[in-house]
């Protein structure tokens, strides 16, 4: 046995040995770990494709693709007619004036300034002019009794179970909880919805290219509308509420939910976290 250990190459040069096998590990390993992050890449691709219908629909023959919208005739424009008094500075102090509020008063709250506010809504630009939003004005004590049954109970999941220890530490500070009050005290809870897809006038689906987004920038002129308007507002998004609030408020299956917002008065004892917003040289670069 010795004689043969003493003349074997492979064990007279044992440390070779151990080093290849330690470099082919670590290449086999780095091709495996490429490899894995090349196909998520590949899978990320594909789900903002599909999130945003930008992908090419290569089972769709080219002669019944037709253009969702009619041909359109270009105007003249001659540049912003409707200005701010005082302009910039005017928004930003009505926007940095903006609180997300959590208590509402019961005076009641014109729906004509509702309607106007969800309808500067409806002027944000989207993406191919699809306007992949829906509004849904709750007003009933009932229904909003239902969305907070709905909410609540999900959300009590999310507090214990579903959000890691880091978010719900990171929301202690604001001092939020699973119990959302506001959701019956609001006169108004609007529910926004993104349209994932449309439907064209022969019956086919129209895509709704960057419907998210389109309607991220929708919500966003709508709440500086009900700023304007004086009103204030909360953004929500409970999670894994959306198919019972579908459901509850029977709308179809092409709409999925994005945030719900409570719309009224604040209370005269509401209060807010003494938050800071980020200076401008914080969000601002200059190229």
Known sequence: MLEIIQKSYLLQHWEFLVLFMTIGYFVVRLTRKEKKNSNKRSNDDEMIARDYRIEDDHGENEADITPALEEIKMIPYRGVQVKLAGGADEFYNLMNDRRSVRKFSNKAVDMEVIKKCIHA??????????????FCVVKS?????????????????????????????????????????YLTEAPYIIVVFKQVYGTRSDGGRKAHYYNEISCAISVGILLCALQAAGLSSLTTTPLNCGPALRTLLNRPINEKLLVLLPVGYSTDDCEVPSLQRKSIEEIMEVY
């Open 121 to 134: 809504a409806g002027t944000s630009p989207s993406g191919a002019h699809t306007e992949p939003w829906t």
């Open 141 to 181: 004590d009932e229904m909003k009794a239902q969305i907070r049954e709905i909410v609540e109970s999900e959300e009590y999941t999310n507090y214990t179970q579903r959000m890691s220890k880091q978010w719900t530490t990171d929301l202690e500070p604001l001092r939020t909880t699973y119990i959302k009050e």
